[in-house]
């Protein structure tokens, strides 16, 4: 591995972190859910800063710092625009919106945010630091994100266990299958967004936006699948949703117990 930067600036990735903090502190304050999907991704982007700080794993530290600094960049926008009653993405419209429903399983709730995330503001990232019109030289970098990833997914099943207890249960019971929903939203959903990736740098600079806004709409489309679940899904959803704690600053504690 040739890192281009043996030391770099992490300072803009703590400043991002002590904006996740304040989302996650106002959840606090206000009882909203909106601190669920915030408490996961910061968990994500401290992980990525130490990474990233420890210089050994990608290849290039400077372009990892620009492009979390971005990717949170995206969500803290949406959930500025949406607290201020202003228009934001349809994919974050639906996720945010959401946290107003007291009928949303803590599930609902990581998956909305993770479909807006990932399916939506991850591929017009990466597409933003595209060499030359190719995301070729990202690439190796973005899958060692995936790893990352990967490791995540153990302990904050664990947790969302503690406060879903039925979803624990059924975890249980199928051990894999809590395991295969983060896998798709944070690890499967990351090959999918590389693929819409390179359809953005595709389109050029006079096709960017109509692209973005295309993805929007079939991101957005997905997240109202989330939202509303069909049959037999729903009463399934319900049912876990029955027990499930609605202790959002208690909730919060124990997400962010990981961090």
């Known amino acids: 591995m040739t890192n281009a930067n043996a030391s770099v600036n992490v300072k803009p990735i703590e ?34 800063h130490d990474t990233v700080a420890r210089g050994d794993y990608f290849d290039d530290d400077a372009r990892m710092v620009t492009f979390d600094v971005r990717f949170a960049g995206r969500y803290l926008a949406a959930y500025k625009a949406w607290r201020d009653g202003e228009p934001t993405t349809e994919a974050w419209a639906i996720a945010l919106e959401a946290t107003k429903d007291t009928d949303v399983t803590l599930m609902q709730h990581l998956m909305l945010g993770i479909n807006a995330h990932m399916n939506l503001d991850l591929p017009v990232v990466a597409a933003s630091l595209a060499a030359h ?3 070729a ?7 060692r994100i995936n790893e990352i990833l990967g490791s995540l997914v153990p302990p904050f099943e664990e947790a ?55 993805l929007d709409a079939s991101v957005a489309r997905l997240g109202a699948e989330f939202r509303h679940l069909p049959e037999p899904l729903a009463p399934i959803n319900r049912w876990i949703g029955e027990e499930e704690s609605r202790d959002v600053a208690a909730n919060l504690d124990l997400l962010g117990a990981i961090t």
């Open 15 to 48: 400043n991002a972190i002590a904006e996740l903090d304040a989302v996650i502190e106002w959840a606090r304050s206000e009882g909203s859910p909106v601190g669920y999907f915030a408490t996961l991704y910061r968990l994500v982007t401290r992980t990525i």
């Open 133 to 135: 019109g190719s995301l």
């Open 137 to 143: 030289s990202l690439h190796a970098d973005f899958l």
């Open 160 to 214: 969302v266990g503690k406060v879903s207890p039925r979803l624990a249960k059924i975890e249980s019971f199928a051990p894999k299958l809590e395991g295969k929903l983060f896998d798709f939203g944070l690890i499967i959903g990351r090959d999918v967004a590389w693929h819409d990736a390179e359809s953005v740098v595709e389109a050029g600079q006079n096709g960017h936006d109509a692209r973005v806004e295309s």
